[in-house]
Every structure is written in structure tokens, then in C-alpha cells.
């Protein structure tokens, strides 16, 4: 398929003191799925590419669009207003204030070329929270950040200005399990006080329109329980009946079909689509973050994929963080953000109704 005719990835450099810059050089000098172009520091990206040892030219772009005709094997790099000068000059592997405010003008950059449309998704590389906090955003991570920019924006259908925000959800996602969450980056104690029939029924809709998304025609979602055996009963807890069942029952109402509630510590089991072992879910709505996360996690954070829902871009990003402990050393792999811009590009070909050919 000609170039021109890919999809457009805006790939966000991430923490620039973390492995964000490595992964991404690595992933360049590699086979790319679709013209990718960097936002981020061409200074940055030229410190990761001496990092990882590799021989691949870092090109200044005057605009985004121009990543199309760069030469294959090389870094496209676009500087979006507002970045900090000096990135390369940071420590590696620590929390700077100047690597959080370049993570966000990065990502507010990034997420505004999808919503013109002049990119077809966002695959975003790792940022430290921690950073971020230096940087003074109110955001702990990329989810809640894209939903309050998108929501800035008025793009969202049906959300006016002054209105709450959007409702999104963070799924994750390999090649053998789907995960989407309730409740994400809070305490376990705050996550259970959060938990709401209308959260979990919105949380399952979302998880269907995720599995259209991915080209099935009537996803099956399963519903995890909160406690031990989904309460048992009652013996355990009455979250399940009491908040997860009304929201399963509504979500079948509308024509989803959502069963549950399951046993957390076996639902997972029954939704992996493994050789020889054909998932019964398709997706599973899990309660709180490491309910949802362990299981996927476990199957290997190379394959994992974190994809954003509820949000009118396509967003995907690495299932890891900064890797602080190596970050400079040129080690780090790329196979997840291979991954997250892959299905990128797979979840784009869908909403197109096409499918995608050729490499980069």
C-alpha cells in the first residue's frame, strides 16, 4: 500500500530521563507498521540513538506530516510548541521537573493532531508520575490527562462546555486476554468507595464498543466480582449483588452481552484465548487496577498493549513504565510499543472498514 495512504502514528517521547527515547529508536530501526512521527526533543532522541548504539539519522521535522517521506530506518522528529529546552542534558533514570512539563507538552501536542486529524492515533511512550507532579499537572497519568484535554477541546459527542468530563476507561490488552478497568490509579480503599452500578454499566458498554472496535460483531464480556468467589453469596461481601449484578442486567437490557459476576481468581483463566484453548470471553471488566492488571501482566508486559476507551481518538501506549534502573543503558526492548502501535494501526483499519497493507 502506498505511504501516503497509512495511517499517520503520533508517538509521544515520554519522560525523556526514562526509556522512552530508547524504545522508540529502537523502534524505528525496525519495521514499522505505518509512518510514524516522534514528538519530542530531537536532542533527546539523538542521546537515546547514541544509547542503544545504533546507526539511524534523527530528522528535524518543520511539520508533522513530513514523517511520511522520511527516509525508512530513520527518527523523525517533531518539536511541539512549548517544549523545554536542555533535555538531553538531564540525568538519566531520575525525576526532573523539565522532563515532566516536556512529557506534557508532548502529549497536549500529540493528542491535538488526532483530534484535527492530521494524525490517525496516538501511541504514547512511558512518563513518571512523579514528574509529572514536579511539573505541577493534577494528572497521574496519561488516561485522566487525554480525557480532561479531549474534553478542553469539545470534541467529545454529546459533552458542552462546563460539563463533566467524558467517561474513559483504560483497557489492556495482548494477543490472549482483554482487560478493561472500573477504577484505576487509586488507593484499594478509594477504588471499593468509588465502585457505583452506573460506573461498572458504563465500564461494560465501553468494554463492547471496545470489542467492536476490534472487529467482533457481538463481544462477550465477562464481569469479574470484587471478593473472594464474587462474594459467595453474600458470605463475602455484597458488592455483587448490590452494585455488579444491576449493572450487568442493565448492560444486557441494551442488548450486550455481559455475564457474571465471576470469581476474580478464575475468570481470567476462562477469557485467555491460548493454542488449544479458545477463550469463552472476549473481554473481561475487572473491579479495580491490579485485579485487572496482574493477569495480564503475568503473560508477559512485552506483549501488553494499554489502550485508552471512551475517547474519540485511537491511543495506545507500552503496558510499562520508565524503567528508571536501566534507562541511558541502551538495553531496554521495544516489543510492547511495537505492540501498542500495531494495534494502533489495527484498531484505525477498523474504524475505516479496511485493512491495513505494507510496512514501513
Given at each position: 500500500?502506498n ?11 515520554g ?101 484535527q ?56 490488552a495482548n ?47 465477562a ?40 470469581a476474580p ?96
Amino acid at each position: 500500500m502506498n505511504r501516503t495512504t497509512l495511517p499517520l502514528l503520533a508517538v509521544t517521547m515520554g519522560d525523556a530521563c526514562g526509556i522512552g527515547p530508547e524504545i522508540i529508536a529502537r523502534a524505528c530501526g525496525a519495521l514499522l507498521p505505518a509512518p510514524c512521527v516522534v514528538v519530542g526533543s530531537v536532542d533527546a532522541m539523538r542521546r537515546a540513538v547514541r544509547a542503544c548504539a545504533l546507526d539511524l539519522p534523527v530528522l528535524r521535522l518543520d511539520a508533522p506530516e513530513a514523517a511520511r517521506a522520511a527516509p525508512r530506518h530513520s527518527v523523525p522528529v517533531w518539536e511541539p510548541p512549548g517544549l523545554p529546552t536542555g533535555l538531553a542534558a538531564l540525568p538519566m533514570g531520575s525525576v526532573q521537573a523539565d522532563a515532566g512539563r516536556a512529557a506534557i507538552a508532548c502529549i497536549e501536542a500529540a493528542a491535538d493532531l488526532a483530534l484535527q486529524r492530521r494524525a490517525s492515533a496516538v501511541v504514547t511512550a512511558p512518563v513518571h508520575k512523579q514528574a509529572l507532579a514536579a511539573a505541577g499537572s493534577p494528572f497521574p497519568g496519561h488516561t485522566e490527562m487525554l480525557q480532561a484535554l479531549v474534553h478542553r477541546a469539545g470534541q467529545m459527542p454529546g459533552v458542552r462546555a462546563n460539563s463533566a468530563l467524558p467517561e474513559v476507561r483504560m483497557m489492556l490488552a495482548n494477543d490472549e486476554l482483554r482487560v478493561v478497568l472500573v477504577t484505576i490509579h487509586v488507593s484499594l480503599k478509594r477504588a471499593i468507595e468509588m465502585l457505583s452500578t452506573d460506573g461498572i454499566a458504563t465500564t461494560i458498554r465501553l468494554a463492547h464498543e471496545a470489542g467492536r472496535r476490534f472487529g467482533l460483531a457481538a463481544p462477550r464480556v465477562a464481569v469479574a466480582g470484587l471478593n473472594p468467589h464474587a462474594g459467595e453469596g453474600g458470605l463475602f461481601g455484597d458488592e455483587e449483588s448490590r452494585l455488579i449484578e444491576p449493572a450487568i442486567a442493565r448492560a444486557r437490557a441494551q442488548g450486550i452481552d455481559a455475564r457474571g459476576p465471576f470469581a476474580p481468581d478464575t475468570v481470567f483463566m476462562r477469557a485467555r484465548h491460548a493454542s488449544g484453548h479458545p477463550g469463552e470471553f472476549d473481554l473481561v471488566v475487572a473491579m479495580t487496577h491490579d485485579h485487572g492488571l496482574i493477569p495480564v501482566k503475568y503473560l508477559g508486559v512485552e506483549r501488553g498493549v494499554n489502550v485508552t476507551l471512551g475517547l474519540p481518538i485511537v491511543r495506545t501506549s507500552p503496558d510499562h513504565g520508565t524503567a528508571f534502573d536501566i534507562a541511558g543503558r541502551g538495553v531496554a526492548d521495544p516489543a510492547s510499543l511495537q505492540a501498542a502501535l500495531s494495534m494502533a494501526c489495527e484498531l484505525v483499519a477498523h474504524e475505516l472498514g479496511r485493512g491495513l497493507g505494507g510496512g514501513r
